[in-house]
């Protein structure tokens, strides 16, 4: 009798426990769901899985395996490639696109869907920011920004300093024995695009506010917990200091401004956003100023920095592709005029088989792996409903390992960048009117990395097997550790 009487504690224990997981994977419907009455049979299919975490759990543990593509897989494999899937990500009713169709609607409808990044990488990166600012506000910022940017101009200025960095670079790294070539190369577009935007001055600065954009890099994508030993908590700190910092800056300038002489040119981007004012003669305040440059000097390094590392790796674990991409780079300098000094930038955009070489590993490494927007009103995608201020996320990473688009999608082949991609296939800077406004600053600091590479160095990994990691950005563990060596 005292069995049974077990036995039957058992069985209403277990049923206790199947009816408590009934209820906990049942919350978020009758949270986000069951109030939208009979728009809810039309949302798409997926789960959002445990209360208040939702599919964070099973998405960061993807990603910190050797196969974090196993997350959107199980998407796959329960409901379908329907290419849109709902789900909790980030403390907010969401779907995933996963196409370039669907990708594409998202991205270039500014009527249905506005910037709808997490509340903990507006924090960080600033509310004034292009990440989070209003479409019109954004198109203001934009048209007063992109000419020092990305402008013919301005390209034909950097490169010469690009060109002295790199090559000062190279010559050092063959001394230096082991190097953390990933560490090395983001110190190096860092200097970069800090020349770029505030000039020589920073030179007194620039090694604190790279340890603190490192800290930021963190948070970025993080959950937003401020408890000290988390990212965003360590991130947010990194921010105030480099607001700080920035806003010294700001005031020096503006000081310098009431003793300029009338009718001298910027020096430098800093100077240009200052001076900016659109046809209105509006100007950019502080605020406007801080929260730009921050952001720009954040994705202008760590972008660069990691694709430069990348296709330095692809290249060098690829001879015929290797000598391919050197080949172009020697008929470069044989048609050079005997008196140039260096490389001009009508040079770097006759680099063709170079630009695929990028291409590839821009689409291999997926270094934006997401892009997040919010429903501006009801929408439908691919048959589907997405509600009024639902977050909609552009998984980038399933576009670009799609192997019905790119066969075998996990080798790394310039060539299958020969054929003209269709609209939405392939997405390394976003697409529509919030394309990243630096693409051809990064471009050309990655073309005349690889120039001077190919031409006269080689890259050998002292750990050529190091597993990786793919969060915040995909690197290998020890951050390629390797020797640079001359070659004759």
């Known amino acids: 009798?005292?069995?049974?009487?077990?036995?039957?504690?058992?069985?209403?224990?277990?049923?206790?426990?199947?009816?408590?997981?009934?209820?906990?994977?049942?919350?978020?419907?009758?949270?986000?769901?069951?109030?939208?009455?009979?728009?809810?049979?039309?949302?798409?299919?997926?789960?959002?899985?445990?209360?208040?975490?939702?599919?964070?759990?099973?998405?960061l543990s993807a990603f910190k395996t050797t196969n974090p593509d196993t997350f959107i897989d199980s998407f796959y494999s329960k409901y379908g490639k329907t290419g849109i899937y709902k789900v909790l990500m980030f403390g907010k009713p969401s779907v995933i696109?996963?196409?370039?169709?669907?990708?594409?609607?998202?991205?270039?409808d500014d009527d249905n869907f506005e910037p709808g990044w997490p509340s903990s990488t507006v924090e960080l990166m600033g509310e004034k920011s292009f990440i989070s600012i209003p479409y019109d506000e954004h198109r203001r910022l934009r048209r007063l920004t992109s000419a020092?940017?990305?402008?013919?101009?301005?390209?034909?200025?950097?490169?010469?300093?690009?060109?002295?960095?790199v090559k000062g670079s190279l010559e050092k790294w063959t001394t230096m024995g082991n190097i953390e070539f990933l560490t090395e190369m983001r110190r190096l577009t860092f200097k970069v695009i800090?020349?770029?935007?505030?000039?020589?001055e920073s030179d007194l600065v620039m090694e604190n506010l790279e340890k603190e954009y490192t800290k930021l890099n963190y948070g970025v994508r993080a959950m937003r917990i401020n408890i000290p030993g988390f990212a965003f908590h360590t991130a947010l700190k990194a921010r105030k200091n480099l607001v700080a910092i920035f806003q010294s800056v700001v005031d020096k300038r503006r000081s310098e401004r009431r003793e300029r002489l009338p009718g001298k040119k910027p020096k430098d981007m800093m100077d240009a956003l200052i001076d900016a004012e659109d046809e209105n003669g509006k100007k950019l305040g502080d605020q406007d100023v801080i929260d730009i440059m921050l952001m720009y000097l954040n994705a202008g390094h760590e972008s660069s920095g990691h694709i430069t590392t990348w296709a330095t790796y692809f290249l060098q674990r690829n001879p015929e592709y290797f000598k391919k991409a050197k080949e172009e780079q020697e008929e470069i300098l044989r048609k050079r005029p005997a008196t140039q000094k260096g490389l001009t930038l009508a040079e770097v955009r006759k680099m063709e088989y170079l630009s695929k070489v990028v291409d590839e590993t821009m689409r291999i490494i997926t270094f934006s792996l997401m892009v997040f927007r919010v429903t501006k009103n009801d929408v439908n995608i691919n048959g589907y409903l997405v509600p009024k201020g639902w977050k909609v996320m552009t998984w980038f990473r399933s576009v670009h390992l799609d192997p019905t688009i790119y066969p075998n999608p996990k080798e790394f082949d310039p060539e299958r960048f020969s054929e003209v991609r269709k609209a939405g296939e392939f997405l390394p800077f976003g697409a529509g009117t919030r394309l990243c406004p630096g693409n051809d600053l990064a471009k050309l600091e990655i073309s005349v990395f690889l120039h001077h590479f190919l031409l006269?160095?080689?890259?050998?990994?002292?750990?050529?097997?190091a597993p990786m990691k793919f969060l915040p950005h995909t690197r290998p563990i020890d951050n390629c550790l390797a020797r640079i060596k001359k070659v004759k």
Request: hydrophobic share 45%.
């Open 148 to 165: 020092s940017i990305n402008g013919y101009e301005a390209l034909s200025v950097y490169i010469t300093f690009i060109e002295e960095v």
């Open 456 to 465: 006269g160095y080689q890259l050998e990994q002292v750990n050529p097997l």
């Open 194 to 200: 800090i020349h770029i935007f505030l000039g020589a």
């Open 1 to 59: 009798m005292l069995k049974m009487e077990g036995g039957s504690w058992l069985l209403y224990a277990g049923g206790a426990l199947l009816a408590l997981r009934f209820i906990l994977r049942n919350v978020n419907w009758l949270l986000y769901e069951y109030k939208l009455g009979g728009k809810q049979y039309f949302l798409p299919p997926g789960d959002m899985g445990w209360p208040i975490i939702g599919n964070m759990w099973s998405f």
């Open 97 to 108: 696109v996963t196409t370039p169709e669907t990708c594409k609607k998202v991205l270039t």
